[in-house]
């Protein structure tokens, strides 16, 4: 975590073709109940005003320019947090003809256009939990530990030979 | 509104009490018994048989073939729509649900669990087909396949087609 993620973050709703569940659930977020505002989260309406962006959907080839311009739009250093299946993974759309799939396609993407992004966060859920975000809101402020890693499991057999 | 409105608010603040969560600062409770979360598996029960791959509806759970004897089950949270479909077609009972929701991580790499299996290899061709742990479940379930299961499906096949030529008079090489 860098020094600057430690101040209030800043962020612009992006909806790059999602369902509007994720979207959904970011709102409940900012409700009294969760209230992400108490850790300085603020939705804002314009990315030039924003450190970090919500990025919710796979990224349909509709959107892909959009999206390029609103992450060239906000200035640096910049985070990108992908919410929910369909953002990190491309989710239920990850090979449909009409969207790239996801926040790792976009990343390549920018890299030949040479529009860096510093930080990358992934959130997965289908739809995001509100506790998801406000963990990841903690992960992003370092007020909680990292818990998942990956893992890899050998199967047993019970015969030799 | 009035000049005195604002102890109208009180009032019903008051009465509303505090209803904002302590999370992440307190550990509580948050999620309902009927939750669906993370998988997990267990490594003793997989037998690489592919129903859950068959199942999962946006290809979290995938099959690699490594080509070095060795087939992979791979399953990425990332795309993972949290179904448990997985769960209700296992046949072995190898894949278990978690009520874990805490998944959001800065590597990519994170996300994903593997497990590793051995691939069986035929005793007449040599040809690598389905997994040794795979061979184990059938012939526990079904004693009477121990006679032909070290055979890939292919020599099987050829097998029964021989045994037919013998018998219709054919040649047989």
């Known amino acids: 975590m860098s020094k600057f993620l430690k101040k209030s973050i800043w962020v612009f709703h992006l909806n790059t ?65 992908a919410m929910g299946s369909c953002s990190v993974g491309g989710g239920i759309w990850h090979d449909t003809y009409s969207t790239i799939g996801g926040v790792r396609e976009l990343l390549k993407i920018l890299k030949e256009r040479e529009i860096e992004v510093d930080h990358v966060y992934y959130i997965p859920g289908c739809p995001i939990r509100p506790e998801a975000i406000i963990y990841a809101i903690g992960l992003i402020k370092g007020l909680v530990e990292k818990k998942i890693s990956s893992k890899v499991k050998k199967a047993v057999r019970r015969t030799s030979g | 509104m009035g000049k005195l409105g604002f102890i109208k608010i009180l009032v019903i603040a008051g009465e509303a009490g505090r209803v904002t969560r302590r999370y992440p600062f307190k550990p509580e409770t948050l999620v309902s018994e009927d939750f669906r979360g993370r998988i997990e598996f267990d490594e003793t029960k997989c037998i690489g048989c592919g129903a859950c791959v068959n199942a999962c509806p946006p290809n979290a759970l995938e099959l690699v073939d490594k080509g070095d004897g060795t087939l992979l089950l791979k399953y990425f949270i990332g795309r993972c729509i949290f179904c448990w479909r997985c769960i209700d077609v296992c046949p072995t009972g190898a894949i278990t649900g978690t009520r874990d929701f805490e998944l959001a991580t800065n590597d990519v790499s994170d996300l994903y669990e593997v497990v590793v299996h051995e691939r069986a290899e035929c005793s007449e061709c040599g040809g690598k087909y389905s997994t040794i742990r795979q061979k184990e479940y059938v012939v526990e379930a079904v004693p009477i396949t121990e006679s032909y299961i070290d055979k890939c499906p292919d020599c099987r096949k050829n097998k029964l087609l021989r045994a037919l030529e013998r018998r219709r008079g054919g040649v047989y090489e």
């Open chain 1, 17 to 81: 073709g999602s369902c509007n569940a994720c979207d959904i659930e970011i709102l409940d977020v900012l409700t009294p109940y969760f209230d992400a505002e108490r850790f300085g989260v603020k939705l804002v309406a314009s990315p030039r005003h924003a450190d970090a962006l919500l990025m919710t959907g796979p990224v349909t080839l509709e959107a892909l320019p959009k999206v390029i311009n609103a992450i060239e739009a906000t200035p640096r250093p910049r985070i990108l947090i």
